[in-house]
């Protein structure tokens, strides 16, 4: 095909706009489109030139494949026809065969089991006739429907990505030079067995909290506030920079808040948490002693390794580096470091929130805090390990169910009446077969999270994922009923966790008591459980009192913002991980800052697997050294993104 006086050159650019061409015929016009295609490959592989940089390769390779699908006439585009039928056409290549082998098994099962011959209103039918209607029909609706499908799943992944923002290998690089660089690498690779002892030394120190309201969690033990002291001159002596120019203020005697202010005090600073104490180490038998602090392989063990020790010395570790190197921050850094997370932070981060408001009088720009990880096997279908930022945390309360009667012996129990033991089964029996109904509808957290890495799942899970306008009630059936994580992922849990009643084995009680722990999802409110609670027990001799302690679902953090970006590509760039919102369902310091900032996350830059989750406040508590290094690395990074001199976009 040639045009007087017109080159190749020429000849790609009217065909790559269309030029004359879209007059002729559909099968002339398919032949333009590829002799015109292989003219500029030709010609891009003469000059060495990519074809892409003028734009002309890929216009022609998108109006080639059209024109392999639809003819583009002006009534079709009046009518908004031509890319429905394009697509139409792909999805019943791609789907149609498929789906029709799908088909032909459930017609075959049904021919096994047998269906009707007769229907509804008595009339003989042929069924070999309606499975031949049903199988002729239902290839043509699937390829429809999967062209819905295909063209919302586009939509979706475009809206996520725009939200992921991930860097790519020129901005990586960029971001590498000036937050990591080689310099900061080689420091911490060779130091990063001073800090795991330094970790191993703190978890030497048991300092423990025990719950102060019964005698669950170490029986009648009280909390030896003498060891967080211990803890405080551990700290100072490994991380003396810090101390010699910017000594902690003593919170309420035992927590510790660190200011190291930045050049600009016109910005708002950040705030880092984490905490000094530690559960009770749990029953059972522990490979190694959990207060030992050893060192195996690489390994460090003992409680507090990864909750949350680990984060008390990768941030002083981090900010100790930068001030040894005399990094300039424009945005001024608060640590804080409460002395008693593990019963609830009213004496330790409440303490500090207090001195913030009071005495610093700062609006934060953002708060990070310990929380959700990066998990191996977290999300069906996705096996790398995945970042999952903690945008909101739910609510906790625990409700006192109680129940009294007569009382008596056991040996004449009632036969006109129910025992307060028989009443209180009966309501904790409700409340356990009826959990409260699932949240998945738009905007709540966990399906925001699936929708983010829907582009990353493999078929069908990423076509779901990326659908849930249509698969959102098939999807919330099946987290429900997958693991108990997926459930307490998109609910409010209930869990009976104490039952009393009765002193002596051949004594009716007169009093029967039931302790129910709900963690709330942020789409409910204390509120709307309690009444939830009392609309299904229905029965006035169960008497419900809330328990002192109760939180309400925290607010949601926009995963938008420049601090969620920052988390997000520091992670890119220390751990070269995928990142996506979440929903911490524990509870964690940061309840205390809510009025200090819109910018609240949850996150501990840790690596685990699912079944490691579970060492968590279990056994055989441990993080590897390297691991360590890497969260030192993480602090590094986030710090001078969020508070240096040059601002990383």
């Known amino acids: 095909m040639s045009y007087p006086g017109v080159d190749n050159v020429q000849l790609c650019q009217f065909i ?42 890929s216009s022609l390779l998108g109006k080639f494949a059209d024109s392999l699908f639809f003819t583009e006439t002006s009534q079709n585009k009046e009518r908004g026809l031509s890319n429905k039928r394009s697509l139409l056409l792909f999805a ?77 290998a020129e901005e990586l690089g960029a971001l590498k030079s000036d937050l990591l660089s080689e310099d900061v690498q080689a420091h911490v690779l060779t130091n990063k067995n001073e800090y795991a002892k330094v970790l191993s030394r703190a978890i030497q120190i048991r300092s423990i909290s025990y719950d102060k309201s019964d005698g669950s969690d170490g029986g009648n033990q009280r909390t030896d506030l003498n060891t967080f002291l211990e803890l405080h001159k551990l700290l100072r002596e490994s991380f003396s920079i810090l101390h010699q120019k910017y000594p902690p203020i003593i919170i309420n005697k035992y927590s510790l808040l660190f200011k190291i202010p930045g050049t600009n005090p016109s910005l708002a600073p950040i705030l880092l948490c984490s905490h000094l104490d530690v559960v009770p180490a749990s029953d059972g038998i522990w490979d190694n002693d959990p207060f030992s602090g050893k060192i195996i392989d690489g390994i460090i063990w003992g409680r507090g390794a990864i909750d949350n020790k680990h984060n008390v010395v990768g941030q002083l570790a981090a900010v100790e580096y930068l001030l040894s190197t005399n990094t300039s921050l424009e945005r001024s850094i608060y640590i804080g470091m409460g002395h008693d997370e593990e019963i609830g932070g009213v004496d330790g981060a409440a303490h500090i929130a207090k ?57 004449m129990p009632p036969i006109d009446s129910e025992s307060p033991m028989k009443i209180m089964a009966q309501a904790i029996a409700k409340l356990e077969s009826n959990p409260l109904p699932p949240h998945f509808e738009r905007g709540a957290v966990f ?36 693991n108990n994580g997926a459930a307490a992922s998109v ?27 709900h963690r709330v999802e942020p789409s409910d409110t204390l509120e709307s459980v309690l009444e939830y609670d009392r609309k299904l027990v229905n029965d006035d001799r169960v008497k419900m009192r809330v328990l002192e302690g109760a939180i309400p679902p925290s607010p949601t953090s926009s995963f938008t913002s420049d601090p969620f970006r920052h988390i997000q590509q520091c992670v890119q760039l220390v751990f070269g991980l995928d990142s996506v919102p979440a929903l911490c369902i524990g509870n964690t310091d940061t309840r205390w800052y809510w009025s200090l900032s819109d910018n609240i996350f949850r996150f501990s830059p840790l690596a685990l697997t699912l079944k490691e989750t579970s060492m968590f406040h279990g056994l055989n508590e441990r993080i590897s050294v390297d691991a360590l290094a890497g969260i030192v690395q993480f602090y590094i990074s986030f710090i001078k993104m969020s508070c240096g001199p040059s601002k990383i976009n």
């Open 92 to 168: 019943t290549y791609k789907w149609a065969a498929p789906m029709t082998i799908f088909i032909l098994v459930v017609v075959s099962v049904d021919r096994v089991y047998g269906i009707p011959s007769e229907g509804s209103l008595g009339i003989q039918k042929d069924a070999g006739v309606v499975r031949m209607l049903i199988l002729a029909a239902l290839p043509v609706l699937a390829a429809g429907i999967c062209t819905m499908l295909s063209v919302q799943a586009n939509s979706s992944m475009k809206i996520a990505n725009k939200k992921i923002k991930e860097l790519n």
């Open 16 to 57: 790559a706009n269309d030029i004359h061409v879209k007059e002729l015929p559909r099968v002339h016009r398919k032949a333009c489109y590829a002799c015109a295609l292989k003219e500029a490959q030709e010609q891009a592989r003469r000059e060495r030139v990519h074809a892409n940089d003028s734009g002309v390769m």
């Open 491 to 517: 609910r409010t849990t209930t869990a009976v966790t104490k039952i009393q009643g009765g002193t002596k084995v051949n004594t009716l009680p007169h009093e029967v008591k039931a302790y129910v722990n």
């Open 355 to 411: 001195y913030l408001v009071e005495k610093e009088r700062v609006r934060l720009e953002c708060v990070l805090d310990e929380g959700t990880m990066m998990v191996a096997g977290a999300i069906p279908g996705y096996k790398p390990h995945l970042a999952m930022i903690g945008v909101s945390e739910k609510g906790h309360m625990s409700v006192e169910l109680s129940v009294k009667g007569p009382g008596g012996h056991a040996s």
């Open 447 to 482: 399906r925001t999270e699936l929708e983010f890495i829907a582009e990353k799942l493999k078929f069908p899970l990423n076509l779901i994922c990326s659908n849930f306008w249509l698969f959102g009630g098939l999807m919330k059936s099946i987290l429900i009923r997958a």
